[in-house]
């Protein structure tokens, strides 16, 4: 299934799906750039997330994505640019990321000193998606860069070298979970460049989903109940009983395919999920939490046919 099937299996707006084919068209990618147009490793469920998002990146704009862990993010960034055809360049932000990381630096080459280009660099010339990771950890230098790519201007000035102007079919996709250390509240001036769509917790749907794409040979049964686990962990941190540690989507599915080789349910879980946290008594809880869920003799047989 390719991911106009997908989105026709969800019924997405024909009219939307016609205009990113057009949009694709329009817009080659450069052979140099190639490589970097990624097939997500799932798709993205969420007829109407998807529709508000591929609707402003038609138009232009820029996205945040917000929400607690968990809850999707970078999948959609990932199949947003996947579905518009367009290149992909990660920026994970932390606290010493700074303008040279994002625009370049000079190296020196051949007897002269020449300009390494950044990841926003990069984006922008080859009109590439850039997925801004955590822009909440952010500091000021690098926030300084992206005001004037984000906005109307839509350029980036390089000290010392050039201004170069966006490509347009350039966009960028900023991500950021509440309360991380080290994250801080966005200033108005970034978030106003952005159009913010406000992520839901997954639920039994988007869960069963996301199981049976990847692991259609489990048995329902199981699954069931690697789904049950998940939203228990959910339900728990959303009550402040335990910490966001523990609530690792990637770890789950991790545990789940580990068990393919042969190791005990109970033990990749234990990989994937319990050992996330390093408190011990957040850990008993969260034991406490598989172990109504999964059977400590269960063997690679109770999960896969």
Not at 75 to 91: D, H, K, S
Not at 110 to 137: P, T, W
Not at 191 to 216: A, K, W, Y
Request: with cysteine; hydrophobic share 40%.
């Amino acid at each position: 299934m390719n991911e106009f099937d997908f989105l026709r299996e969800q019924a997405v707006s024909e009219d939307l799906i016609k205009e990113i084919l057009e949009f694709r068209k329009e817009y080659t990618v450069a052979a140099d750039a190639v490589g970097r147009v990624q097939q997500p490793a799932i798709h993205f469920y969420g007829k109407e997330t998807l529709e508000m998002a591929m609707a402003a990146l038609l138009q232009g704009e820029n996205l945040l994505l917000t929400g607690p862990k968990a809850t999707g993010k970078n999948i959609l960034a990932e199949n947003l640019a996947y579905i518009f055809g367009r290149p992909i360049y990660n920026v994970s932000f932390h606290v010493n990321t700074n303008s040279g990381d994002l625009i370049g630096t000079d190296t020196f080459e051949d007897n002269q000193v020449k300009l390494r280009k950044g990841s926003i660099y990069r984006c922008a010339q080859h009109g590439g998606f850039g997925i801004l990771d955590e822009i909440n950890m952010a500091k000021n230098d690098a926030v300084s860069v992206l005001h004037a790519t984000l906005d109307y201007r839509r350029s980036i000035d390089v000290p010392g070298y050039d201004k170069i102007d966006l490509h347009p079919a350039a966009r960028f996709i900023g991500t950021m979970n509440y309360g991380y250390a080290g994250t801080r509240e966005l200033n108005e001036a970034l978030v106003s460049r952005f159009m913010v769509i406000d992520m839901s917790p997954q639920n039994e749907e988007t869960l069963g989903f996301i199981f049976r794409e990847m692991f259609p040979d489990a048995k329902k049964a199981a699954v069931d109940q690697f789904i049950g686990l998940f939203l228990d962990l959910q339900l728990k941190t959303a009550n402040s009983e335990i910490s966001t540690k523990s609530l690792d989507l990637r770890g789950l599915l991790g545990a789940v395919k580990i068990i393919k080789t042969g190791l005990s349910p109970w033990q990749a879980v234990q990989m994937g999920i319990v050992n996330k946290t390093f408190d011990i008594f957040e850990k008993e809880i969260v034991e406490d939490v598989v172990n109504t869920r999964i059977p400590r003799d269960w063997t690679k047989e109770d999960v896969y046919e």
